[in-house]
């Protein structure tokens, strides 16, 4: 039997992580942590904690007999130039204080599997544009570069100490559960609130910047995938490209407005250009398949059609 911590369980990830896993393994399985008082995604079992202290975690994995963590807990790219000191501290040490925890666990014989998400912000502007598995990775954010070191520090801590520790290099990831949360690739996102506000939608990308994209439902099977293989199958540990699908502002505003007639959009980048403009425009995720069977399963239409139908515009104005 699994028992499963999940660290940022209020953040994009952890609110549809929460319930894939909790349908999986049992809800009482599951326990959803973040730093505020309440899980807002209603999480059947919720414990305040802070992945910044290592001991409070430490109690809590081992209070709960926890056989997996996802640490989940992150500074986004955009939100993360804001406050860099602050972005680095957590998302470093928030891994390390995992991986430190799962090297403990495993020296006293009650082995922990650890899930972190890498991001496609660990490439850089020498990295071909449809990346590779290995590349050139020169970021240039600070969410980047710690996305890069992360992924060093979890292929040393597998190496090393034999932690289980899997990981995937998320594409900007797509959803309606949770508002957008301080990322470059969030315009995917509130793009659909506007539209569906009936406001002319400001970009702060330019119309032809393609990123690498993901519906959320293939990156919630991704991790699950990923996750459930046998180790043996798990052939990197350092972090999987993952490929979902490709688009830039106007073609993703050009699919809205095939089924939204009367969006319209403007343009307006900022400073979040720089950052989405060292990222590459596709992944190759071939070793992801080749590994333990990868494929990605919904197209820019499918994923258009069922934001519309379940963004929920009371979620706050969007980015
Ligand atoms: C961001 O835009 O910062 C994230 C990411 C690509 O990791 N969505």
Redesign the pocket.
Known sequence: MERILIIGANGQIGSELVTALADKHGADNVIASDIGADNVYGAKRYTRVDVLDKDAVARLVADENITQVYQLAAL???TGEKAPLKAWTLNMDGLLNILEIARERGEAGKPLKVFWPS???AFGPNTPSDAPQYAIMDPTSI?GISKLAGERLCEYYHAKYGVDVRSIR????ISFKSPPG?????YAIAIFHAALRGEVYECFLGPETTLPMIYMPDAIRATVELMEAPAEQVGIRSSYNVAGVSFNPRELAAAIAAKLPSFRIDYKPDSRQQIADSWPKSLDDARATADWGWKAAIGVDAMVTDMLANVDVGLGKAA
């Not at 301080?182 to 969030?186: A, P």
């Open positions: 986004l790219s955009a991001s496609i912000a969410y998320y594409p900007g990831i301080g990322g470059t690739t969030d």
